[in-house]
């Protein structure tokens, strides 16, 4: 039998410097999540610091695992749900931007992000890993923000058996038709769901950031998406309709491999 689940995306505005307010708000969108069904929820990029916190990174930083996975993994365990989102981890001298993702069961596995847009190559090194993550009832990809424009990462991770692709994103108002039309395109050219979940509100009274998060089926098609301010979507996947669209235009069964990886070694 397919397997069918809820899952969602937390849209909320992240206050720049202030974890304990942004911990705050994301337990309790959480709480409303799994309240409507939820078993997999995905944050917003640097949500426990807000995005605009160049200054103070290094501060704002934690090891993955350690503190930050542990509240995450606390929420997980008390709401029954897995969680993601992206936070500045510290490695030794280096900084990253980070997806975390967490359990019932605590800390899952993390990703950090490669393609790394304008000035967060000053901020962050570059992740060089493409992990996909066995939760049981699916298998999820992670990716951040900027990634979102890369084909080659959400391509990868479907070849690898993600059903899902999930990206944790702070992506800006002045390049909202980007997003819309990209976290369509991620969904329909690798026949998986993608959950597309971004912050809202103004940091610094400059960066505006879009909102817009949606929840996209196999077809490219927006099974529920959010305004310009906090929400909670919720949508259903259900295996049985990415099986379908996968022989429908079957994309990954008749990609040319050979071809694709000699033009990246070029």
Same mark, same amino acid.
């Given at each position: 039998?397919?397997?069918?689940?809820?899952?969602?995306?937390?849209?909320?505005?992240?206050?720049?410097?202030?974890?304990?307010?942004?911990?705050?708000?994301? +337990? *309790? @969108?959480?709480?409303? #999540?799994?309240?409507? /069904?939820?078993?997999?929820? !995905?944050?917003?990029?640097?949500? &426990?610091?807000?995005?605009?916190?160049?200054?103070?990174?290094?501060?704002?930083?934690?090891?993955?695992?350690?503190?930050?996975?542990?509240?995450?993994?606390?929420?997980?365990?008390?709401?029954?749900?897995?969680?993601?989102?992206?936070?500045?981890?510290?490695?030794? +001298? *280096? @900084?990253?931007?980070? #997806?975390?993702?967490? /359990?019932?069961?605590?800390? !899952?596995?993390?990703?950090?992000? &490669?393609?790394?847009?304008?000035?967060?190559?000053?901020?962050?090194?570059?992740?060089?890993?493409?992990?996909?993550?066995?939760?049981?009832?699916?298998?999820?990809?992670?990716?951040?923000?900027?990634?979102?424009?890369?084909?080659?990462?959400?391509?990868?991770?479907?070849?690898?058996?993600?059903?899902?692709?999930?990206?944790?994103?702070?992506?800006?108002?002045?390049?909202?038709?980007?997003?819309?039309?990209?976290?369509?395109?991620?969904?329909?050219?690798?026949?998986?769901?993608?959950?597309?979940?971004?912050?809202?509100?103004?940091?610094?009274?400059?960066?505006?950031?879009?909102?817009?998060?949606?929840?996209?089926?196999?077809?490219?098609?927006?099974?529920?998406?959010?305004?310009?301010?906090?929400?909670?979507?919720?949508?259903?996947?259900?295996?049985?309709?990415?099986?379908?669209?996968?022989?429908?235009?079957?994309?990954?069964?008749?990609?040319?491999?050979?071809?694709?990886?000699?033009?990246?070694?070029?």
């Amino acid at each position: 039998m397919d397997k069918i689940f809820r899952v969602a995306a937390v849209q909320m505005d992240c206050a720049a410097y202030e974890p304990e307010r942004n911990f705050a708000t994301a +337990e *309790r @969108l959480l709480q409303n #999540a799994a309240a409507r /069904g939820a078993v997999l929820a !995905v944050l917003p990029e640097l949500f &426990n610091t807000g995005y605009r916190v160049e200054d103070r990174d290094r501060e704002l930083a934690h090891p993955v695992p350690g503190a930050v996975t542990e509240r995450m993994s606390a929420i997980g365990r008390t709401l029954d749900m897995f969680i993601a989102g992206a936070v500045i981890e510290r490695d030794g +001298e *280096r @900084l990253y931007d980070t #997806a975390i993702l967490v /359990g019932p069961d605590g800390f !899952v596995g993390s990703y950090r992000k &490669n393609n790394l847009w304008a000035r967060e190559v000053e901020r962050f090194a570059r992740g060089e890993t493409l992990p996909v993550h066995d939760i049981g009832f699916c298998r999820l990809g992670l990716q951040i923000c900027y990634d979102i424009g890369f084909p080659e990462g959400a391509r990868i991770l479907s070849i690898q058996g993600a059903d899902i692709v999930a990206y944790t994103s702070a992506f800006g108002m002045a390049r909202l038709y980007a997003w819309d039309l990209a976290s369509r395109a991620r969904a329909l050219e690798n026949g998986s769901y993608v959950i597309a979940c971004n912050r809202c509100g103004v940091e610094k009274g400059e960066t505006q950031f879009a909102g817009a998060s949606r929840i996209i089926g196999p077809r490219g098609n927006v099974l529920a998406s959010a305004g310009d301010g906090e929400d909670v979507i919720v949508a259903e996947v259900d295996f049985g309709e990415m099986r379908k669209q996968r022989s429908a235009l079957p994309y990954l069964k008749n990609l040319r491999r050979d071809i694709a990886a000699s033009y990246y070694r070029a």
